[in-house]
């Protein structure tokens, strides 16, 4: 697809919005030289992306020059809060191609819903940027695969956005863990257990006056407009979301498989990569609305050739999101169970204990991400793996969102090829890999 033919001149009609003087910082601060400074074009300006956006702008040797989103409301505020930060005006469009095609940016930053994870950073590899995006890592199986794959031919740095890997607290619970204080380990659990709303039943309806819709849907079908399949609740629709597995379900499982397999390298024990045999069992049971995506989930993902003397392991994540209360203590949270005791991640602590119940170690601190931006940038200058390389931290977790619920559409368990990323023997559950069509212009890049 020749990108440049399809690029629409950026919409100029906004809503002025004031900026949040909270990430304001003063111009003296950004004191790096010209040269070293890193370029960097948003992808989306608002929400999650105007967070990330927030705090990019923030850092010294960064200057965001380029913002795209379709919803030009958002502009002139986008606009404003950069200049608010970092001082300068970043040019702003509709189409993020645009950016791709800037030579001068040297990375592209994508908080956008999860159908627009893909092409934006498979195609920002092949045009030699590097990238943050956000988890999970595509829409899809197939999506994830061709993202790594253009990481590579293309030798770029992508960052996958599960901030948890570069948070302190939980590097040093992850320390701990190494030093085999648990004894043998062969299952985890993660959770949610905290009250969502319920969404509704509106109406289809016309899209608001200054969004480019048909670009928002993107490579999804052709539909209507509604309102609650648009900002805020596009996650719990097929088309566009992974569900609450792929939105706050990731971060538990990735932190899940990262303890799980530290503490199995501390006995001995193989790496964790792909589980092989995976369950999922629930269903949409409480909301009475428009979501599509479970409300009650018990996952079990297990690890190892069952043909091998080797002992396996599992994985499992819970989640209940009609409950008023916590588990545990924590609405969301890691257990990691072992022979001599056992260790609990929530969000901003952890706790170890031993196997008579009693607290042997803690830690404690905040989860903001800024530190995780921050690891993007320096790996951008060393060409070091960043702490969620797309290949071999960030991709692994998604696939554990994506395989369970293949596994919850089609009401079975399924087995995973970890090599080819296939399931064995599975028609039906392969249809799930990818879409059945992507909508032109916006077909997956070939890489």
């Not at 030009?72 to 702003?92: Q, S």
């Not at 790594?148 to 960052?159: D, E, L, P, S, Y």
């Not at 190892?304 to 002992?311: F, I, L, Q, V, Y």
């Not at 559950?429 to 070939?446: D, Q």
Request: hydrophobic fraction near 35%.
């Amino acid at each position: 697809m020749d990108r440049r033919n399809f690029i629409r001149s950026s919409a100029s009609t906004s809503i002025a919005v004031s900026s949040v003087s909270l990430y304001e910082r003063a111009l003296e601060a950004r004191s790096v030289g010209a040269n070293d400074r890193i370029r960097i074009g948003m992808v989306g300006t608002h929400g999650r992306a105007g967070a990330l956006m927030r705090v990019f702008a923030g850092q010294k040797d960064v200057d965001i020059v380029g913002l795209a989103d379709v919803d030009t409301r958002y502009h002139d505020a986008a606009v404003e809060a950069v200049k608010n930060i970092a001082g300068n005006t970043p040019r702003v469009y509709t189409d993020f191609r645009h950016i791709i095609d800037d030579d001068s940016i040297d990375a592209v930053v994508v908080g956008t819903p999860d159908h627009w994870h893909a092409i934006p950073t498979i195609m920002a590899c092949q045009a030699g940027k590097d990238v943050y995006v956000e988890k999970p890592d595509g829409h899809n199986i197939l999506e994830g695969q061709t993202m790594v794959k253009a990481m590579k031919k293309h030798g770029r740095i992508v960052q996958l956005g599960t901030q948890a890997r570069t948070t302190e607290h939980f590097q040093q619970a992850i320390d701990w863990i190494a030093e085999g204080h648990l004894g043998k380990v062969l299952v985890a659990k993660a959770w949610e257990s905290s009250r969502q709303g319920n969404i509704g039943k509106p109406a289809d309806s016309e899209p608001p006056a200054g969004v480019n819709y048909d670009m928002w849907l993107g490579p999804a079908p052709k539909r209507d407009f509604n309102p609650r399949r648009f900002h805020g609740n596009w996650r719990w629709f097929y088309d566009y979301g992974t569900g609450d597995l792929g939105n706050d379900g990731v971060h538990r499982i990735d932190v899940a498989r990262w303890a799980l397999d530290t503490a199995g390298k501390a006995q001995g024990m193989e790496p964790l990569y792909m589980p092989t045999r995976i369950s999922a069992l629930g269903g949409k049971w409480y909301f009475d609305d428009l979501q599509e995506w479970p409300d009650s989930l018990q996952v079990t993902y297990e690890y190892g050739d069952r043909n091998s003397d080797a002992p396996g392991r599992l994985l499992t994540y819970e989640m209940r999101l009609w409950a008023p209360y916590r588990y545990n203590d924590e609405t969301e949270g890691v257990i990691l169970y072992g022979d001599k005791g056992y260790i609990m991640f929530g969000n901003r602590r952890w706790r170890a204990f031993s196997g008579d119940g009693k607290l042997v170690s803690q830690g404690a601190g905040q989860n903001t991400g800024t530190s995780h931006m921050r690891n993007f940038l320096d790996c951008m200058r060393s060409r070091k793996k960043p702490n969620a390389d797309l290949e071999t931290v960030g991709h692994p977790s998604s696939i554990l969102c994506h395989s369970a619920n293949v596994s919850w559409r089609i009401g079975r368990q399924v087995t995973l090829d970890p090599t080819t990323e296939l399931f064995v023997g599975d028609a039906e559950a392969n249809k799930y890999r990818t879409r059945p069509v992507y909508r032109k212009p916006w077909e997956l890049p070939t890489v």
